[in-house]
């Protein structure tokens, strides 16, 4: 039997000089650094947000400035933030949980300061919260103590600004705007169903109803009746 042998340690060879940059290759260099920057400085930072930008207020004028809603030729909102509605013959949003951007208290819908309470759902507060909502939706729209409230009137979105409702949400608010604005409930109902946004493709995101577009058509339903 042979055992193997110890092969013989390798002897290290001379070293490698690092290589030596001429100027002006190093020159080179530099320059179309510098010019790669410049070019795509001027196409990404410069071409192309004025192309999309352009391109936006050519093909989406509203939505490429704001998605905003006049009255009388002055802006009053945009129909991306929602607002705080508190008058009774008005349609009522989703509860807010934003504060004052000094931190001194709450403040529903302050579009400074989005944010929700971050409460998870093990949490007291939140389903104290959601119980307290409940009853007071339940007393605000004249339904029975056992009626069901619809999820978006109980529960805050994680903005704080959300602009639309659920469909099941603005229906069940018909008889306090009906008797509020002295009108019929079928008319409230039919000008809230007139404001219904579909589903985007038809299978993307919920039916809903934008709170300040079905409380502007209110305002012009009333206004005509004057």
């Given at each position: 039997?042979?055992?193997?042998?110890?092969?013989?340690?390798?002897?290290?060879?001379?070293?490698?000089?690092?290589?030596?940059?001429?100027?002006?290759?190093?020159t080179?260099?530099?320059?179309?650094?510098?010019?790669?920057?410049?070019?795509?400085?001027?196409?990404?930072?410069?071409?192309?947000?004025?192309?999309?930008?352009?391109?936006g207020?050519?093909?989406?004028?509203?939505?490429?400035?704001?998605?905003?809603?006049?009255?009388?030729?002055?802006?009053?909102?945009?129909?991306?933030?929602?607002?705080?509605?508190?008058?009774?013959?008005?349609?009522?949003?989703?509860?807010?949980?934003?504060?004052?951007?000094?931190?001194?208290?709450?403040?529903?819908?302050?579009?400074?300061?989005?944010?929700?309470?971050?409460?998870?759902?093990?949490?007291?507060?939140?389903?104290?919260?959601?119980?307290?909502?409940?009853?007071?939706f339940?007393?605000?729209?004249?339904?029975g103590?056992?009626?069901?409230?619809?999820?978006d009137?109980?529960?805050?979105?994680?903005?704080?600004?959300?602009?639309?409702?659920?469909?099941?949400?603005?229906?069940?608010?018909?008889?306090?705007?009906?008797?509020?604005?002295?009108?019929?409930?079928?008319?409230?109902?039919?000008?809230?169903?007139?404001?219904?946004?579909?589903?985007?493709?038809?299978?993307?995101?919920?039916?809903?109803?934008?709170?300040?577009?079905?409380?502007?058509?209110?305002?012009?339903?009333s206004?005509?009746?004057?």
């Open positions: 039997m042979t055992l193997p042998t110890n092969p013989e340690p390798a002897v290290p060879g001379p070293a490698t000089p690092e290589p030596v940059i001429p100027a002006a290759s190093l080179q260099l530099l320059r179309s650094a510098a010019l790669a920057a410049l070019l795509f400085t001027a196409v990404c930072g410069l071409a192309y947000p004025l192309l999309t930008t352009l391109a207020n050519v093909l989406f004028p509203a939505q490429a400035t704001g998605s905003l809603l006049l009255r009388e030729g002055q802006v009053v909102g945009s129909a991306l933030i929602g607002q705080d509605f508190t008058t009774p013959g008005y349609l009522r949003g989703r509860p807010s949980q934003t504060n004052r951007t000094d931190g001194s208290g709450p403040q529903p819908y302050n579009a400074e300061n989005s944010g929700a309470s971050n409460w998870g759902p093990t949490n007291a507060r939140l389903r104290d919260a959601a119980q307290e909502r409940a009853v007071s339940r007393a605000d729209n004249g339904l103590a056992s009626a069901a409230v619809p999820v009137m109980v529960t805050a979105s994680g903005s704080g600004l959300d602009p639309d409702v659920s469909v099941a949400a603005a229906l069940a608010q018909t008889g306090r705007i009906a008797r509020e604005r002295a009108v019929a409930p079928a008319q409230v109902e039919a000008l809230i169903r007139a404001n219904v946004t579909r589903r985007s493709l038809g299978v993307l995101g919920e039916e809903r109803v934008n709170v300040l577009r079905v409380n502007l058509a209110l305002d012009a339903l206004a005509g009746r004057r």
